[in-house]
């Protein structure tokens, strides 16, 4: 298949046509929405009737405030619902990472000496030597003989044992 490239300017153009378009998309929805808003507003909530005396507009205002006061109570009780799910929903991520396990990466093995190791960690500022063959104790071998025993009598060897074996049963 011998497939054209497209030329950077060509990408380049295609990519701003969609975002304009992609702009003019979100534009047009913005102004649905608005529509939708002031179409429901005007549906549900009528404007005031304002004439009449104080006593008929006081009685407005209280009517007003008990809605206001119901639709605050509702508002209040959806957010606490929300915040629930989401601590629930919080809780239940934290649980599906601890049951997958953090999955360690492969350790690289790094040639480094010791004293290299205490200036990474420490810092260049702290000058710690750490010759640890200095600190090792030395130890003489020493080569225990045992005496090799005569090659006896088998019987007397099998009767020594079956004696050990009574030992331990009795205790």
Known sequence: MSEKKMTS?????????????AASWIEQ????????????MAENCPPPDL??????????CKKLHQAIDKIDDARYDAEAKVQKTDTEIEDLKLKVVELAGVKKPA??????????????LLGGKHKVTMDLRANLKQVKKEVKEEPTEAVGDWRKNIEDKADRKKMFETS
């Not at 929805?29 to 429901?40: G, H, L, Q, S």
């Not at 004439?51 to 407005?60: H, I, K």
């Not at 350790?107 to 990474?120: E, G, H, I, P, T």
């Open 107 to 120: 350790l690289k093995k790094v040639r480094m000496s010791a004293d290299a190791m205490l200036q990474a």
């Open 51 to 60: 004439s009449g005396d104080q006593a008929a507009l006081m009685e407005l």
């Open 29 to 40: 929805e913005k102004k649905d929405i608005a529509a939708a808003k002031e179409a429901y």
């Open 9 to 21: 300017s060509r990408r380049h153009h295609l990519k701003s046509l969609m975002l304009q378009i």
